[in-house]
């Protein structure tokens, strides 16, 4: 089966690209000292898990970051005990940590509400539990020099056996030099945080940090135990925008059809459209806007020029073509998407469809979704 | 199972309010004299399929629209032979229309290209075909007074069986009297194209438009067989924004569960994010700007005011209270989130908790996605 023989819109990915992004990240952890914990709600692929964990700093840890209860069944079933489910737990879903748990694997939680430490406390066997700081994202978490850790801390008992942070606001930075601070700040805060638990007599024993920009520029992580990643894996037009990687190592993308001409107003139309590619549009914020993806060429060449996606319905995608870049295209043709984020884009898809440089699919990967 | 029992993020539909907007919508058609033929790109579920057939308009049509060769499949696995593919086709789906057509499905297709237009016409046997008319959306579709028109007639020769129109910029109006005078301009142009097609010896049989806010607006359809719509079946914010329905007529919500408390903000957090929402904005350009959703209680009423989701990740979302109106929810705490655009929520859903009216969930529906 080739690439020009599946059906569209679809999701490719490129195994040699997957592959190199996971060493500069595996090096990147290795040079900071620390183990890598890959989160896999993006990739949301055992296939892809196997290959985030080959590494040696991903070795060194075992274990991966999940999003979602579904993932964590998923992997378990594939035979990965060591999870740390990365976004704050409620009370009720605990049932479904304990049942995985029971059953031999090793899913961990995070907090930041009393609460619901109070409720992990009163579990019959309390999972890991690591709270979460509030680095700078404020998004969640508590302050790492606030009353309320040592609170939680209290309230969690035996169950606290760490902290955890996401400096999200590194995705607002548009310099290295700033990634770098923001790294700076989000290791300082849980390390500050660590010591304040280890002093009050918490035996603290994961530090863990995470965002693909300060895993990728932080200089160092003294006192991190590990760091969390998951977008580094496919990379997309944002993350090139802000330094994680280059534009050649956009590792998936979606695969499209011309489906209407509209030579008159150099653009076109192609199958792919709100669903398939999502709504997202992190580019507005960068160094060049490519309003809902990318276009280009099957083989996965950017030779369209400034041709992307600029306005998208649920089933069509409408591509204003670049002035300069004869792109004269029947229906039919093919042509590939990279996208503005990959974590959203891939949710509307079932399966990757593998390629390793060529035209070739060597393999097919299904996804797990839902919650 | 209660909807306080079920696992968050998930799709809430009230079948009471669906069956009131399908007798809103069939009601119009039958008004208007002509079949309804439901779109079911926004529901993909058999179950809502057969309420929304039931009416007399639809009974008199007795077919469906769907957006993509999954729709049909499904749809033809469970007893559906009558479905209009209502995006522009491409050469290498035809093989796929044939199958099912070939198996006793009724598949129609649309086209617009004089090159597909060939390729249907090569076929062993051609799917009945309509040629797509820009109506004044200018997304796709030739124009009813071109050259192009009879073209494509004549390169489709038998297959070409009528036209078919979707006034999208419906959804750019503001006012009733705005949407009754894109629904004339709608059924001008495809009366018009069907005119000159008959007049060059097509055997015009189908003249189909369609909008949600068209066929409500219509003040008359002379010369049109059928209407399609979809989106009126669940309603969102930004169809009550534009007149297709009331606030309380929105028949699906996302339940949400409180997952992070931001008193000192006036805000919190939720497990329902990027992909359990969508990132669609439809209401930015609307009356009230509703983010990514409001927030309504566990019971759908509306009693948080101005509560709405503001900005979400993945699979967060941050809710922004209203000062005015108490709202100090615990972690676990469920809401339901009433969407922007529901085509685009719903898509990341692999089915509907059912419920009708209270707070018993008396069924579970699949949905079908994926293409």
Known sequence: MRLADLPTPCLVLDRGVLRRNLETMDRSAS????????HLKT?????VAWLALAGPAARRGGGIAVSTLAEAAYFWSHGIADMLLANAITPDKLARVAALNAAGASV??????????SAIAAQPAPPRTLIEIDSGAHRAGVLPDGDLLLELARRLGPACVGVMTHAGHSYAQRTPEAMTQVAAAERGAVVRAAARLTAAGVDVQVVSVGSTPTALHAAAEPGVTEVRAGVYMFGD??????????????????????IGRRPAEQALLIDAGAIALSMDRSTASGPVDW????????????????????????EHGRVELDPAVAADLPVGTRVRIAPNHICHTAAAHDRYFVVDGGAEVVAIWPRVSGW
């Open 31 to 38: 040079r900071l000292g620390v183990a890598l914990r890959p």
């Open 43 to 47: 990739a949301k692929s055992i296939d």
């Open 108 to 117: 961990s939680v995070v907090t930041d509400d009393t609460d619901t430490a």
């Open 237 to 258: 037009l944002f993350q090139s925008e802000i330094f994680s990687h280059g534009p050649d190592d956009i590792a998936v993308t979606v695969l499209a059809s011309v």
């Open 291 to 314: 309003g809902y993806g990318q276009m280009r060429h099957l083989d996965g060449s950017t030779g369209y020029g400034a041709a992307a996606v600029r306005r998208v319905w649920q």
